[in-house]
């Protein structure tokens, strides 16, 4: 059995301070797709800078909250959805910059909305090679129009603009960190690489597409997905792999002598969404109450599974082992258990 050396600090979530509602969208006419059901007051957090900013701010708490120096952290994790302001640089270089991790490695992730999962997948394979080591996560998005539509741009799913952070540190670290931790108990990853055109125009090869040849309108790639291959394909298969990975996340805490007694959580999608992809699987092995944030936030692209973590480390009031699921585009899933 795998043996996890890593734990997670000062889980944060920094939001924009300004909002965007359904109805201010719908007055100046910028909804291209069909409408959401959800009442016109719906706020969702939106930002006119930069998420590499919404992302800094995230990452100057967490070493404020734990009391790590900067010069000592050693990599730095950066994931991203959407477009982050320009199309040929590094965005997990600026953001090393304009946080002062001038001896960290930035390395950026781009796996679309599970970028964080895959984070903290690279972290736990280098905190099981032995070494002592830690690494600040990050993820920054920022869906603004004209080349994003947060309201009507996807099915069940509406995007909502945050940085977020937490630092990574293997069990072997010798500091101590202050702040709220979790210790991951167990991770598992899987991707179903046959969904990936879900997400783009098959008309022509993507490989040979100019640069922004094509807007953004997943309602339009979807659709046309699911009339070439059925409309259940990407149920069957998403909740297929929440419940095998799920599984296997159980078989690890029995074979460490621990049961998961928090809260499952959920991707922050809508709950139609959720209904249809992820809670039957959950529901068909555990009866753990499943958390689903969505309705505060929206969907925080690359930031879900940190803003959960998040609020798992805020919530428990006694130690604890909670769930969390973290899906992607492409598509991958990953599934973690944390005690905090």
């Known amino acids: 059995m795998t043996t996890h050396r890593l734990r997670l600090h000062a889980a944060t979530l920094e939001l924009p301070a300004t909002t965007d509602t359904l109805s201010t969208a719908i007055a100046e006419g910028r909804l291209r797709g069909r409408h959401p059901e959800v009442d016109p007051s719906t706020a969702l957090p939106a930002t006119a800078g930069s998420p590499i900013d919404l992302a800094a701010a995230a990452a100057r708490t967490v070493l404020e909250r734990t009391g790590h120096p900067a010069a000592e952290v050693e990599d730095l994790y950066y994931a991203w959805t959407y477009f982050q302001g320009a199309h040929f640089w590094s965005p997990a270089h600026a953001l090393a910059d304009r946080t002062g991790l001038t001896s960290a490695n930035p390395i950026g992730l781009q796996q679309m909305c599970n970028g964080a999962g895959a984070a903290v997948h690279l972290a736990d394979r280098a905190a099981r090679a032995g070494a002592p080591f830690t690494a600040l996560i990050c993820t920054g998005d920022a869906f603004r129009g004209p080349g994003f539509d947060r309201w009507s ?13 937490m630092l990574a540190v293997s069990a072997d670290h010798p500091a101590p960190i202050d702040g709220p931790s979790s210790t991951l108990l167990s991770l598992h990853t899987g991707a179903l690489p046959h969904l990936e055109s879900m997400h783009r125009p098959v008309d022509a090869s993507v490989d040979a597409a100019p640069a922004a040849a094509w807007p953004i309108d997943v309602q339009a790639t979807k659709r046309r997905y699911l009339q070439e291959h059925g409309g259940d394909s990407l149920a069957e298969a998403m909740r297929g792999m929440v419940g095998k990975l799920l599984a296997r996340v159980f078989t ?32 068909a092995l555990t009866d753990l109450p499943q958390r689903r944030l969505g309705d505060m936030t929206g969907h925080l692209g690359a930031g879900d599974l940190i803003a959960n973590i998040a609020d798992a480390q805020t919530a428990a009031d006694k130690p604890r082992t909670d769930i969390f699921i973290s899906a992607g585009a492409g598509f991958t899933i990953s599934i973690a258990a944390l005690s905090s």
């Open 153 to 165: 741009g996807d099915y069940g799913v509406l995007y909502g603009d945050a940085g977020t952070a």
């Open 252 to 283: 690890d805490l029995a074979g460490q002598g621990r049961t998961a007694d928090g809260v499952v959580y959920l991707p922050r999608l809508m709950n139609a969404t959720l209904d249809s992809l992820y809670a039957p699987a959950v529901a």
